[in-house]
Every structure is written in structure tokens, then in C-alpha cells.
């Protein structure tokens, strides 16, 4: 069995050169209905060249975001309308939904703390972040912004429950991981019997880190220190 894991916005060369377009801050203005039309922009470049694709060959995705974090960040922090969001999901997506849904929620100053301690330790490493040595976009933003980012992710969580997960992201990465397993297997345990895969997926410490599976393939995750070690049983 084959898995890709992928992100967004991003996942494929041109996606990730929207997403530069998105993240790197300049002297020109980008309006939040602007910023959603790139951010769906790269959103379906990655879908109609990578995810789509994928599928259709039987694998399966594991997408790092996906439409829920413009309906939370463009939607919820920068409050554009839902019936916007929403219009440009059913038309560049097409009903491509993931089956599930793993929010990692934590507290915002928590997760800014640790967004600003991975880009410096970026820069230790590499001389320079993703973006140089400033803030991206959303780096930048205030407090409360990734307040209202928050708990738009919460309110969909809320609002479809069966699909979206909320995992603790405060907890130790062993113990985060176990919960992760605990999240999932009793969701998709009655799907697939008999086969069995290993991958790896690197740990965000994001302030709200999503995982989506698509296309009906469900993984069961195991403990591990530094990487997600999921397993279809």
C-alpha cells in the first residue's frame, strides 16, 4: 500500500509557490478575500496534480491542513464569509472531504511560544527560517487573532464530531501519540483487515496542527518519541 503524506498549502512545486506568494510578507497589500482565493488556489493545484491522482491509484493521503484551515484562518481570523469559503470549496474541490480529522489543540500563547522556538531553531540550522529570519504572515499576527483562528477550529470540531478528533496537544509526544491511536482506531478498525504498513510522519508543534485522512483509508497510530508510527491493521 502506498502513502503519500503531504501539506498545504503546498504539496506540489507550484502549490508551494503560491505558498510563498501567501506566507512572505511585502510592501503590498493582500486582502483576506485575496489571500482565500490563493490559499484555494494552491489548494486545488495540489488536488487536481497530487491528491486526485493519488487516489485514484489506490493510495492514500495524509494531508498536513487542508479546507478546514481556511474556513478557521481566512474564515474565523480574518473574517471572511463563510458562504464565500464555502462556494470555493464545492467548485475547485469537488466533495473532496477527508474521512477524519486530527485537531491538536493547545493553548495559543503555547503554541506561538513554540512556532517562534522551531523558526529560530530554523535559523540555528540553516542560517535562515522558511521566510528568512522574520515572522511570515501568520507569525505575525496578533494574539487575538490566532484567539478567533482557535476557536473556529473548535466550532467545526464541534459541529461534525464524527470526523474531527481533538487530541490534547499539550501532552508529551509519546502520550500525544497514544492518544492519536486511541482517536482513530476505534473509527477504522472495521475497515481494512489483514494488511499492514509503516510510515512516518514528523510531529508539528503548531498551535493547531490537523491531520486528514482521505479517500477512505484509515491508520492506526502507534507511540513513538519523535515521529507518528501508523499502522493499518
Known sequence: IT??????????????????????RGAETL???????????ARAVHVDNLI?????????VICDRYTDATRAYQGGGRGVATAFIETLSRETMGG????????????????????H???????????????????DRFEAETVVFFERVRERYLAIAAAEPQRVRILEATLPPAALLDAAM?????WF?????????????RI??????????????????????????????
Open 117 to 135: 522556538a522551531r523558526r529560530n531553531a530554523k535559523g540555528a540550522t540553516a542560517g535562515v527560517g522558511e521566510h528568512g529570519d522574520l515572522p
Open 52 to 60: 486526485r491522482p493519488a487516489l485514484a491509484r489506490g493510495a492514500w
Open 189 to 201: 478498525e472495521w475497515r481494512l483487515e489483514g494488511q499492514s504498513i509503516n510510515i512516518r510522519i
Open 3 to 24: 502513502v503519500i503524506a503531504t501539506r498545504e498549502p503546498g504539496g506540489t512545486p507550484l502549490a508551494e509557490r503560491l505558498r510563498e506568494v501567501v506566507l512572505q
Open 182 to 186: 486511541d482517536a482513530v482506531q476505534p
Open 31 to 41: 486582502s483576506p478575500q485575496a489571500e482565500t482565493l490563493l490559499m484555494f488556489a
Open 96 to 115: 473532496m472531504t477527508p474521512d477524519l480529522t486530527l485537531l491538536l489543540d493547545l493553548p495559543v500563547e503555547t503554541g506561538l511560544q513554540r512556532a
Open 204 to 233: 508539528k508543534a503548531a498551535s493547531e496542527w490537523n491531520l486528514n485522512i482521505i479517500g477512505g483509508s484509515k491508520l492506526f497510530i502507534r507511540s513513538g518519541r519523535k515521529h507518528m508510527h501508523c499502522t493499518c491493521l
